[in-house]
């Protein structure tokens, strides 16, 4: 497999990491697992970590992968999801996702790095103390 999935309780996060290149599909399943974790419930906040990665995804599956996200939705609830992206394709794919996202109650924004995405979730925890304490 190449990614896995972490739910960490205390701080109210799950952990996406990608290990090696995730397509599509791969992705949509990862999305589906999520949903039923033990303990996933509305309103959890999501790090996916592209950094380890390439995505292979195009442009209509950027699209496609929105609107899975928008029937999604409702079970998510009012949450942010913090993408990290190093590379450019991942960060120019997550950017188009998050402008296609726009609307939705998931509020979606994309970082290149740990730094730059501290205190956007709002868990009054920084990111890299969030990886760190939601080992694979």
């Given at each position: 497999?190449s990614?896995?999935?972490?739910?960490?309780?205390?701080?109210?996060?799950?952990?996406?990491?990608?290990k090696?290149?995730?397509?599509?599909?791969?992705?949509?399943?990862?999305?589906?697992?999520?949903?039923h974790?033990?303990?996933?419930?509305?309103?959890l906040?999501?790090i996916?970590?592209?950094?380890?990665?390439?995505?292979?995804?195009?442009?209509?599956e950027?699209?496609q992968?929105?609107?899975?996200?928008?029937r999604?939705?409702?079970?998510?609830?009012?949450?942010?999801?913090?993408?990290?992206?190093?590379?450019?394709?991942?960060?120019?794919?997550?950017?188009?996702?998050?402008?296609?996202?726009?609307?939705?109650?998931?509020?979606?924004?994309?970082?290149?790095?740990?730094?730059?995405?501290?205190?956007?979730?709002?868990?009054?925890?920084?990111?890299?103390?969030?990886?760190?304490r939601t080992?694979?």
């Amino acid at each position: 497999m190449s990614h896995t999935i972490k739910l960490n309780e205390e701080l109210g996060v799950l952990v996406l990491r990608a290990k090696r290149s995730m397509d599509v599909v791969e992705i949509k399943t990862a999305f589906d697992e999520m949903v039923h974790l033990p303990g996933f419930r509305e309103g959890l906040s999501l790090i996916v970590d592209f950094r380890g990665s390439e995505t292979p995804v195009s442009g209509p599956e950027v699209r496609q992968l929105a609107e899975y996200a928008q029937r999604a939705d409702a079970k998510w609830g009012t949450t942010k999801w913090a993408f990290l992206a190093s590379a450019d394709t991942a960060y120019g794919l997550s950017r188009i996702f998050m402008a296609l996202t726009s609307e939705h109650q998931v509020e979606t924004h994309v970082f290149r790095t740990l730094a730059d995405a501290n205190g956007w979730l709002g868990l009054g925890v920084n990111v890299d103390e969030i990886l760190v304490r939601t080992p694979d």
